[in-house]
Nanobody
Framework: QVQLVESGGGLVQPGGSTRLTCAAS????????MGWYRQAPGNRRELVAR???????IYADSVKGRFTISRNNAKDTVYLQMNSLKPEDTAVYYC?????????????WGQGTQVTVAS
């Protein structure tokens, strides 16, 4: 099993910055991808950014150039640095990990952390 615990977020002014942290525990050796998704009220959960393997990063077009994802493999932690925040970035942000066990993929989710961008 893998558990994900998020921290960070809260209320941020437009144009401001914040950083989210997600720490994985348990059978972390089985993880081959980690990232962040978000869900705003009335919307589907969507990809924000993801790290595949050790280094390949994928970003949603809406956050390219503003958000940066990074992963510390030694600490089993993934970070999301969010800059130039906009009101439309307001959402619950979920940490994500993909486990591979006996050639099967399993998705693991954190509990979510609220990010609200407002003045």
């Amino acid at each position: 099993q893998v558990q994900l615990v998020e921290s960070g977020g809260g209320l941020v002014q437009p144009g401001g910055s914040t950083r989210l942290t997600c720490a994985a525990s348990g059978s972390t050796f089985s993880i081959n991808a980690m990232g962040w998704y978000r869900q705003a009220p009335g919307n589907r959960r969507e990809l924000v950014a993801r790290v595949e393997g050790g280094s390949t990063t994928i970003y949603a077009d809406s956050v390219k150039g503003r958000f940066t994802i990074s992963r510390n493999n030694a600490k089993d932690t993934v970070y999301l640095q969010m800059n130039s925040l906009k009101p439309e970035d307001t959402a619950v942000y979920y940490c994500y990990a993909r486990r591979v066990v006996r050639n099967y993929d399993y998705d693991v989710w954190g509990q979510g952390t609220q990010v609200t961008v407002a003045s």
